[in-house]
């Protein structure tokens, strides 16, 4: 999938994945998405780098943050937005994504946000693009790249770096694409330690994630760490788990307010959302002082302005 995201003459293609994308690729967007956001907040007026460009969201899961996130975006900068009916669309008379996509291209669209549950859709369909940019708005357990741009910026906004830092990652990561795309990040930018936690039938085989530590202790595994990414469980999984039920797994899994204090003091709390709380975060804790998660949503938008402007922007960064 990495080796799509590159053209000929070196600069970005498509954004699929962070994994191989580099150090300096991911702190060139993380910079940019910092210089578009203290535009945006001293009430400046942001560049029209999207002028005459059409961005289409082809969302084949439901996500209305992520779409809402990617259409203010594109927007701010200058773009035309078509949210495609997936329900009315031909691809549900039979018609190939592919030939789908070659008919919006057709149209003059130049950027494809791609959602999918199958792993590997927006590069398939990458794969076939003539012209226009792909996007990888999360597909399947495998990547989504900007909600790992913009963890990555929150976590440098507060800490000043990401070299050196304990980050623990805590939930559902065998099907977690979030976990997936923040490990790839941390990894390329430097994190001391990534200690991956969960029930032992929602954690990944560790060959997957070889550098990192795995844990069913959650308690040992938030001892002294820099920053604590929550990932959603899904309901049905919980019930699909020996011996568990809700109140059982905020039990062992849970972050509360005692648990949290094994972390450093100036330990910051974050989840890609939507949140369940009560089973994976408790409330005072998603609402506290060390939670960030709001500010992850801000930074969501910046993150994807960043991104598509560094793919379709009259100045594209290197």
Not at 16 to 36: M, N, S, V, Y
Not at 79 to 105: M, Q, R, Y
Not at 306 to 313: N, R
Request: with cysteine; glycine share 8%.
């Amino acid at each position: 999938m990495s080796e799509l995201q590159t053209a000929e003459d070196a600069r970005l293609r498509h954004l699929l994945t962070l994994d191989g994308l580099g150090r300096a690729r991911i702190e060139a967007l993380l910079d940019h998405a910092a210089q578009l956001r203290s535009l945006w907040r001293a009430g400046a007026p942001l560049p029209a780098l999207l002028d005459r460009r059409t961005v289409v969201n082809l969302f084949f899961e439901a996500s209305t943050r992520t779409r809402t996130s990617f259409e203010l975006a594109a927007r701010r900068l200058g773009a035309d937005v078509v949210n495609f009916d997936i329900s009315g669309s031909s691809t549900s008379k039979g018609e190939t994504l592919e030939d789908t996509l070659a008919t919006l291209e057709a149209m003059d669209a130049d950027a494809f946000v791609v959602r999918h549950k199958e792993n590997g859709t927006p590069a398939r369909l990458a794969a076939h693009a003539r012209r226009a940019v792909v996007l990888n708005a999360g597909d399947g357990n495998q990547a989504h790249p900007t909600q790992g741009l913009l963890d990555l910026l929150t976590l440098r906004d507060h800490k000043g770096r990401i070299d050196g830092l304990r980050v623990a990652i805590c939930g559902d990561i065998r099907h977690s694409r979030v976990a997936r795309s923040d490990v790839h990040g941390l990894r390329a930018l430097g994190a001391a330690e990534i200690r991956l936690c969960g029930p032992a039938a929602l954690l990944p085989d560790a060959a997957e994630f070889a550098d990192c530590t795995l844990s069913h202790d959650l308690d040992a595994t938030l001892e002294g760490v820099d920053a604590i990414i929550m990932l959603r469980i899904q309901k049905e999984r919980i019930e699909h788990l020996p011996g568990f039920d809700e109140t059982e797994y905020f039990a062992r899994f849970g972050l509360d307010r005692r648990r949290l204090a094994r972390a450093r003091s100036d330990a910051i709390v974050m989840h890609p959302g939507p949140m369940n709380r009560g089973i994976e975060i408790a409330a005072d804790v998603a609402d506290g002082a060390q939670s960030v998660i709001l500010e992850q949503v801000a930074n969501g938008i910046f993150a994807r302005m960043a991104a598509l402007a560094t793919l379709l922007g009259r100045e594209r960064n290197g």
